[in-house]
């Protein structure tokens, strides 16, 4: 029962995540922004360029592509 719950919560999060993403985008802003996801376990993050690790994703990057 409480599965269902903390499942909602992690979609929450990545919707809003993806949401705060596409923002940036669209207002042409991608490159002053970056997404960091170090690993498929950990959850996404979209921070400042200047504050990024050097291991962020580019924008408009995926990892496939790198």
Do not use: Q
């Not at 999060?13 to 690993?39: A, M, Q």
């Amino acid at each position: 029962m409480y599965f269902r719950h903390v499942m909602t919560g992690f979609g929450a999060y990545f919707y809003i995540t993806w949401g705060l993403w596409l923002r940036h985008c669209l207002n042409d802003k991608h490159d002053e922004y970056k997404v960091v996801w170090p690993s498929i376990l950990s959850l996404p993050v979209v921070i400042r360029a200047e504050n990024a690790p050097p291991n962020a994703i580019p924008s408009g990057f995926s990892k496939k592509m790198l």
